[in-house]
């Protein structure tokens, strides 16, 4: 059986104001924090958006005759073979490299506790605020920069967590620097690493612990 972790959040409202505070069991997330899985699971999705495009071309792909630039002996130069030597200006590469798909996938039981703990963490260190209510009548950037600056984290990097996609926020927010909109269901440990600040509404996190709950449940 879990320890109970209270773990408490200041309230705001979009105007900035404080209503209240946000308390829950952190063991209702993750029964502590992973360091190296925190780490590991962080390289896997840098590692994953590697493009792996790079390309050189080898003696056999560069432009070129392959007849012998002049006989064996001789003539009093050194041996040579084809233009498209790798020793020869304008030749091929001798270890060319190729095009290499660098993703790989760490069990999904492990990346999702990680992201459970990334949002722990988060709450733990004091860097998370519960949003009262989150709505947006109009596409206008100027809502949600005017909330982070009542927020007072305008100037920090951000994550912001709601309980369903939404193209309206997700349009007044693109134009943000360091403003990054996640749908709870999206959320993961590398978004919850990268940015500073964590905004989250009242409504995500509860569909986050109450996931977890299922989870547990049906295990």
Partial sequence: ????????????GMDGKSVGSYEFD?????KGI???????VVVMYETNQRQGSVKTKTRGEVSGSTKKLFRQKGTGNARVGTKRSPIRRGGGHTFAKQPKDWSY?????????????????KFQD???LVLDSFSIQDIKTKTIASMLKALGVAAE???????????SIWKSGRNIENLWIAPVKE????QLLHQKRLLITREAIEQA???QKEAVTAS
């Fill in 187 to 190: 959320l993961n440990a590398y």
């Fill in 34 to 40: 992973n360091k190296q899985l925190l780490h590991d």
């Fill in 105 to 121: 996938r760490l069990p999904r039981k492990a990346v999702r506790l990680a992201t459970r703990m990334a949002l722990l963490s």
């Fill in 126 to 128: 004091k860097e998370a």
């Fill in 157 to 167: 990097s951000c994550l912001l967590v709601i309980p369903d996609y939404d193209l």
């Fill in 1 to 12: 059986m879990a320890e109970m972790t209270k773990i408490s959040a200041p309230v705001h």
């Fill in 209 to 211: 612990r109450q996931s």
């Fill in 26 to 30: 952190g063991a209702e997330l993750a």
